[in-house]
């Protein structure tokens, strides 16, 4: 079973509307980050959290770390064409760990 | 410019064969990783390395070796062994181990066995 749960697996939108991409662990989160993927591509940081109750935004995209540290939301308002791709969630799950664990990847179509 | 450079492109490979995949950086970072991507799945780890002539396996190591030996490179070699060796391949670097906001990922390497 996957370790970090991203749901959903894909998700289809109109252009303008928001939407939410989820991360779950069943473990603390000692740091979480959000990056985006072109297909066939590699991989753009987003953001990174670490603190409980943490948020944080970048142009239109918030992302948000829950107060007990196991799950995190990626919200993107007024979504345009631009945000088609693929987001991924990676996570240290043991802290001070060197490495990451990545969630499966939501797949973000927009459609005009 | 600085940045990861990962060759080639696509990578095709007869079965039984060795096939070795690129990953050069010149932004002087110590610490090279190698990821495998699958279809549905998130990024697994294969091997790591946080300094030269020296590497750690990642979560899925078998039928895979990589070395070290200058700073600026960490080839990996997808060797007979690996079962399904079918995938696409990422090189990521970062300043120095665990610091991954400054992680600076490749634009890939995908390989098909035929």
């Known amino acids: 079973s996957q370790e970090l749960e991203q749901s959903p697996q894909s998700l289809i939108v109109q252009e303008g509307k928001n939407l939410t991409i989820n991360c779950t662990s069943s473990?603390?989160?000692?740091?979480l980050y959000w990056y985006k993927q072109k297909y066939g591509e590699g991989l753009i940081f987003l953001m990174m959290?670490?603190?409980?109750?943490e948020e944080k935004s970048h142009e239109k995209i918030t992302a948000k770390l829950d107060e007990k540290k196991q799950q995190s939301s990626l919200h993107i308002t007024a979504s345009q064409p631009s945000h088609a791709g693929i987001y991924l969630c990676?996570?240290?799950?043991?802290?001070?760990?060197?490495?990451?664990?990545f969630g499966q990847g939501t797949r973000l179509t927009i459609n005009p | 410019d600085g940045g990861i450079t990962q060759s080639p492109k696509y990578l095709f490979r007869k079965e039984g064969q060795n096939v070795t995949l690129s990953c050069e950086q010149n932004?002087?970072?110590?610490?090279m990783y190698w990821y495998r991507q699958d279809p549905g799945q998130g990024l697994r780890l294969i091997y790591y390395?946080?300094?030269?002539?020296?590497?750690q396996k990642g979560d899925i190591a078998e039928g895979y070796s990589v070395s070290r030996e200058k700073k600026e490179s960490f080839p990996l070699t997808v060797t007979s062994a690996q079962k399904n060796p079918t995938a696409f391949y990422l090189c990521?670097?970062?300043?120095?181990?665990?610091?991954?906001?400054?992680?600076?990922f490749g634009q890939g390497t995908r390989l098909t066995v035929v």
């Open positions: 990521a670097s970062s300043i120095r181990p665990g610091v991954y906001p400054e992680a600076f």
């Open positions: 473990k603390t989160l000692y740091g």
């Open positions: 959290l670490q603190k409980g109750g």
């Open positions: 990676g996570a240290e799950l043991i802290q001070g760990a060197q490495k990451l664990v």
């Open positions: 932004l002087n970072h110590d610490a």
């Open positions: 390395s946080q300094i030269v002539n020296d590497f």
